[in-house]
């Protein structure tokens, strides 16, 4: 079944490279015991693992760090995906302290508001795991630098301590049209400096790494010029509007901003959920749900709603193997690109999933054969690579495919289903290919 199937291999958005081992922290919090006579002894600590990417694109070889309260825990290094992970111990007195991962290599600094400690535990799955999938934030991006600088200017200088406060400042974030396009703005110009090579201290010299940008901007009194100035000092020519549709379309960041998503925004739309799971929102009633391994059986229909006083997705479809089928999806935030949902399917809670718009190669919605024809496509976390012909028209031998497994180059045939191209390699072994998904997962290379 789909969805169980998308829960049990949760979506790693982060191209992961064979071979790879994470370097690992443990972090006690400390523990204690009354006497005999004394009161009764506290909890036992929480085991808990967080892991999370520091990312724009990822940043490998960069000191992250996590903070309980104002103090330095533990410590560890980002791998080469740029991915780090933490193993915790927490007891009760800790959960009530803030939690925060901060990230730096060079002149790039970035850190995450996790909230309380109590507020990350909390997101355990059933094996103590709080990932990037159900807790956007465990990611250290720009756009969580962003959000913490503009936080943190709202509070009066200080990153606030109890998670009351940050809910109340994030939510005021996301209901002022104003600050949410300063935290882009803010993310796009640490863009320009991590990808583009922007001069953090093109406004003021004593400014040298991408966290005391963040900072600067979220209080300066000049905001659009200092931002001007700082995004015009970037080798790669690119423009502010550039770079903030970078930061929008990318869904690892998209899913930090803080915006608001409808129902509204869903329709039209194609969104992967998992590893496999595909969710086509064809009209503002009718849905279709598949899946990349059978796409070509059509997926199965269904149709949905949209409640805006409870912010609830309510899916209905039957699926081909358990019956009949009521998702539950609770719209938590991010954008139309990366929209974060807590889901219950038939009343049991599954947890927070990610739900990842895909991206079309052509224009108009669905991607036609000639919309890839003549193109070299690259997937780089699947080291894969596909040549579409000039006539890519469902014939055999009309294009190649290529994998680092030895299995290729294999001829393939292109067929249009659930409105996508799909590649299909004509030897056994390789998968088919839906064209134009993701945009950090596929790109045109001409």
Known sequence: MYLFDMLEEKYRSIAKISGTTLAISTLVIGCSSGGDSGPPPPPPPQ??????VVYDQEIAGATVEILVGDTVVATTTSDSNGEYNFDLSVTQAQRAQRCVVR????????????????????????????????????????????????????????????????????????????????????????????????????????????????????????????????????????????????????????????????????????????????LYFSTASAITVGAYEDITTGGATGTWSYDSGTSTVTIN??????????????????????????????????GNLTLRRLETVGTGGNVAESDIEGKLFINVEDSLAVAVPSACDGQTANGWILDNSGAGPAPVTCETYLGMTVISPTVAGLNDIVVGLLSDSWDSAN
């Open 103 to 278: 990230a730096a290599r060079g002149s790039f600094r970035l850190q995450s508001l996790l909230g309380t400690v109590g507020t990350v535990v909390d997101q355990r799955d059933d094996a103590d795991q709080v990932t990037s999938e159900s807790f956007p934030q465990a990611n250290v991006t720009n756009v969580s630098t962003a959000l913490a600088a503009v936080i943190q200017q709202q509070n009066g200088g200080t990153l606030p301590s109890d998670q009351s406060t940050i809910d109340n400042l994030t939510n005021a974030i996301i209901g002022d049209s104003g600050l949410q396009t300063k935290v882009t703005q803010i993310a796009a110009a640490i863009k320009a400096v991590v990808d583009y090579e922007a001069d953090p201290g093109a406004v003021n010299a004593a400014i040298t790494d991408t966290k005391a940008l963040a900072d600067a901007l979220a209080n300066s009194a000049s905001f659009a010029a200092d931002l001007a100035t700082v995004i015009a000092s970037n080798t790669g020519g690119l423009t502010e509007a550039d770079l903030v549709a970078e930061v929008e379309n990318d869904p690892v960041l998209a899913v930090q901003l803080p915006a608001t998503v409808t129902g509204t925004d869903l329709v039209g739309n194609y969104y992967v959920v998992g590893e496999d799971t595909l």
């Open 317 to 350: 479809f039957t699926d081909p193997i358990d019956g009949p089928l009521t998702v539950v999806a609770t719209i938590l935030g991010g954008t139309v690109n990366a929209v974060q949902i807590n889901a219950v399917v038939n009343d049991v809670d599954e």
């Open 47 to 52: 085991d808990v693992s967080i892991s999370g």
